[in-house]
């Protein structure tokens, strides 16, 4: 099975900043990923789809990148409804998610 | 528009079988398959098995022994079973829309407890 490792497991930072959330395979999946949040009692949300493609709706402050086993969601301008856990999802063997990063606000 | 709802026991006793629906509406089931997938509390989903579009299924190895999903196209409704319940197996258990490997819309979710 494909194992997906999301660093860090906790991440604080501040309105405004720029934030870099990643997500590592355990072999090559192809761009074969997605990222969700989810927020404290809720579901969990698609943000971005096969690697970088922005969900409808979804605020274009989120972005994501990639290849091989090495992946990236970036928020370019954090705010606070950003707060959350983040998980990243892959579906190229099997199907997958990370442990998640928590984002808090500083 | 697009909504999926999960219905089901809140309790549900050690090694006995866990029933769920899964009922959707704004979309077909024959266009796009659902995944159920299930969350322990404070840790990451797991996707647990898919009924696809053509009415075939799928299911996560560690738990096929144990998860049979069918569905009712005519009634719009997906249901998983699942048996020999132990504790591990509490969590929120969701029904989502799979388009493709990505699952854009989900349901609530379920909160299922097993304990005697």
């Known amino acids: 099975d494909i194992q997906m490792t999301q660093s860090p497991s906790v991440l604080s930072a501040s309105v405004g900043d720029r934030v870099t959330l990643s997500c590592k395979a355990s072999?090559?999946?192809?761009?074969?990923l997605d990222w969700y949040q989810q927020k404290l009692g809720e579901a969990p949300k698609l943000l971005i789809y096969?690697?970088?493609n922005l969900q409808t709706g979804i605020p274009s402050r989120f972005s994501g990148s990639g290849s091989g086993t090495d992946y990236t969601l970036t928020i370019s301008s954090l705010q606070p409804e950003d707060v959350a856990t983040y998980f990243c999802?892959?579906?190229?063997?099997?199907?997958?998610f990370g442990a998640g990063t928590k984002l808090e606000l500083k | 528009q697009v909504q999926l709802k999960e219905s089901g026991p809140g309790l549900v006793q050690p090694s006995e079988t866990l029933s769920l629906t899964c009922t959707v509406s704004g979309f077909s089931l024959t266009s796009y398959s659902v995944s159920w997938v299930r969350q322990p509390s404070g840790k990451g989903p797991e996707w647990m098995g898919r009924m696809w579009y053509d009415g075939d299924t799928a299911y996560n190895s560690a738990l096929k022994s144990r998860l049979s999903i069918s569905r009712d196209t005519s009634k719009n409704q997906v249901f998983l079973k699942m048996n020999s319940l132990q504790t591990d197996d509490t969590g929120t258990y969701y029904c989502t829309r799979d388009a493709t490997g990505s699952w854009d819309y989900w349901g609530q979710g379920v909160m299922v407890t097993v304990s005697s």
């Open positions: 072999q090559n999946i192809n761009k074969n």
């Open positions: 096969f690697t970088n």
């Open positions: 999802f892959q579906y190229n063997s099997g199907d997958t």
